[in-house]
Nanobody
Framework: QVQLAESGGGLVQAGGSLRLSCVASGRTFSRYVMGWFRQAPGKEREFAATISSGGASTYYADSVKGRFTISRDNAKNTVYLQMNNVKPEDTAVYYC??????????????????WGQGTQVTVSS
């Protein structure tokens, strides 16, 4: 069982930066693929970024590629999402999620069986 807790959300101006963190409980964090998803008001939850259990492989949605960077520190049981050059359309609740795997990270929401409560990111224009 893994429990996830996000932090770092807030209000930021367009073009600015924000770093989200997600801390996981338990001693098996290094076995989990971790991902970031987001959900804007009135829209479905969508994939943003994912990283393999060891951190060597990452994958991004086209909408965030080149602006967002996912990383992890397995010694600290933490995954990060560095958000640069944010846009108003990045406004959403951001969720971290994970699933047990040593394989390539998947962008498919249905693979993830552990979820945090989310943190709000609001980008003003």
């Amino acid at each position: 069982q893994v429990q996830l807790a996000e932090s770092g959300g807030g209000l930021v101006q367009a073009g600015g930066s924000l770093r989200l963190s997600c801390v996981a409980s338990g001693r098996t964090f290094s076995r989990y693929v971790m991902g970031w998803f987001r959900q804007a008001p009135g829209k479905e939850r969508e994939f943003a970024a994912t990283i393999s259990s060891g951190g060597a492989s990452t994958y991004y949605a086209d909408s965030v590629k080149g602006r967002f960077t996912i990383s992890r520190d397995n010694a600290k049981n933490t995954v990060y999402l560095q958000m640069n050059n944010v846009k108003p359309e990045d406004t959403a609740v951001y969720y971290c999620a994970g699933y047990l795997s040593y394989g390539s990270p998947s962008p498919a929401l249905y693979n993830y069986n552990y979820w945090g409560q989310g943190t709000q990111v609001t980008v003003s224009s």
